[in-house]
């Protein structure tokens, strides 16, 4: 087993244990297990509602929420996936009652180029014209097709945990994924 | 990894996300026990009945008929939250700066021992005033645009919030007690005063409310962005 392997196994177990702990009822255990993810589930609520102060009040009522239900929570699953899952709920149901419409709400943060690059001005120009016309290109896409983009590309999930933070089969994430892409790619070209 | 997924994980890193603040401190002091053991004892069931009754009742007197039912009953003693539809028209007069009805202005250094309770203070306060709508006083004390508002409740306390259906509600942890934290759609507070009778809050902010009864107080914070802050500014008030 490769070295990252073996990391990756030790922090799976830590988090099997850590979960096994907050079952019991041990609060600080459950506070080690968000502090690990709370990042991931405050963008995916952000991303849905737009508002930092939102996400943090759905992400706040998502850890809540998942504080109740742990007694439910399926030994050896991933916990990740699942509190994002619950993120994406909490926010969706936010702006439903805020009376926004769907979409996600995607922007370019500033200063996007990473200094380390070196890259010249025209290079770096390209570079934010390509991101632009990619953002664009996201926006156009409906709800279903922008949420398994971000989850798997924005959020960094893996499949399998795409398919728990959107409550999907993992073939059905494939395939879903496979078409979101190819409406990108259509929608990519219609720009260009 | 074809390339269109490339250009989307970097995409993913070049979006425009405010960094996530640290949520942990705020929900641990908000969880609710999660195992229960037994059955609640009869006795206090009928105690929570008995309150939601009593509310119900002091309600129907002081606003209009036409309300849903009561969301739920939390765990904060006697505290009980409906959604309703409309907000309650609020006196004309009653929107801005000194015509919310706060009372008469005084120095921020006499709030402490101005009404009949010993006020608990920020350690910075813009302004204090002191009303007289309820008996025993009401101290309201501004933090720039934040507003704290002090009263003493009932021996138990018990407020009635309406909300508006957009208004979000968290249960949390103020300063060790149980406390409820209303955000989002503006709403407007009804309370039960010292003299048992149900009284309309004439002030209405837009902004989130965090409120909690401390010791024979009940205590309001009004206009923080997030729950965060108010929980600091909760744990800075000193008697």
Redesign the interface.
């Known amino acids: 087993m490769s070295m990252t392997g073996v990391i990756a196994g030790r922090v799976e177990s830590d988090e099997a244990h850590l979960i096994a702990r907050a079952k019991r ?1 041990d ?1 600080h255990a ?2 080690q297990l ?2 690990r993810h ?2 991931v589930a ?2 995916a609520a ?2 849905i509602t737009g508002s ?3 996400a ?2 759905a ?3 998502a ?2 929420k998942a ?2 239900a ?2 439910r929570f399926r030994p050896g699953a991933l916990f990740r996936p699942w509190l994002v899952q619950i993120a994406v709920n909490e926010a969706r149901n ?1 702006r439903r ?3 926004r419409r769907d979409g996600l709400i ?5 200063g ?1 180029t990473e200094p380390s690059t070196a890259l010249s001005a025209e290079t770096e120009a390209f570079a934010d014209e ?2 632009t016309r ?2 664009a290109a ?1 926006g156009r896409l409906r709800e279903d097709d922008q949420l398994i ?2 989850a ?5 999930l893996s499949e399998a945990e795409a398919a728990i933070a959107l409550g999907l089969r993992r073939g059905t994430v494939k395939s879903r994924l496979s078409r979101a ?1 190819g409406r ?2 259509r929608q990519l070209e219609e720009i260009e | 990894m ?1 390339e ?2 490339q ?12 960094p ?5 401190p ?3 002091a ?6 229960r053991r037994g059955p609640r004892p009869a006795r206090r069931v009928l105690g929570v009945a008995l309150a939601t009754v009593l509310l119900l009742a002091g309600a129907a007197m002081a606003v209009p008929p036409s309300r849903n039912a009561i969301l739920r009953v939390l765990g904060l003693r006697g505290v009980s939250i409906e959604r309703v539809r409309r907000l309650p028209p609020i006196p004309s007069g009653a929107r801005t700066g000194l015509t919310l009805g706060l009372g008469e202005p005084i120095a921020p250094s006499r709030a402490r021992h101005a009404a009949g309770f010993t006020a608990l203070l920020p350690p910075r306060a813009s302004g204090a005033y002191l009303g007289h709508d309820v008996p025993g006083g009401r101290i309201s004390i501004l933090i720039g645009r934040v507003l704290i508002t002090e009263f003493r409740g009932t021996a138990q306390p018990y407020i009635l919030k309406v909300i508006d ?2 208004t ?1 509600v ?2 949390t942890r103020v300063n060790g007690a149980k406390g409820v934290y209303l ?2 759609a503006p709403h407007q507070v009804l309370f039960g005063a010292i003299d048992r009778t149900i009284r309309t809050d004439r002030v209405r902010l837009a902004g989130n409310v965090l409120v909690w009864g401390q010791g024979p107080l009940l205590v309001r914070i009004e206009g923080t ?4 802050q108010a929980l600091a500014i909760a744990r800075s008030l000193r008697g």
């Open positions: 009822g609060q459950y506070g968000l502090a709370q990042k405050f963008k952000y991303l930092a102060a939102e943090e009040d992400t706040q009522e850890c809540m504080w109740l742990l007694g936010r009652a805020a009376g995607l922007r370019l943060g500033p996007v390509q991101r990619l953002l996201v983009i971000a798997r590309y924005f959020l960094a892409l990108l790619e | 074809s269109l997924e250009r989307l994980l970097a995409l993913g890193t070049a979006l425009d996300v405010p996530a603040p640290d949520i942990v705020a929900v641990l908000g969880l609710p026990a999660r195992r259906p957009d979000s968290t249960v955000s989002g962005r997030t729950l965060a």
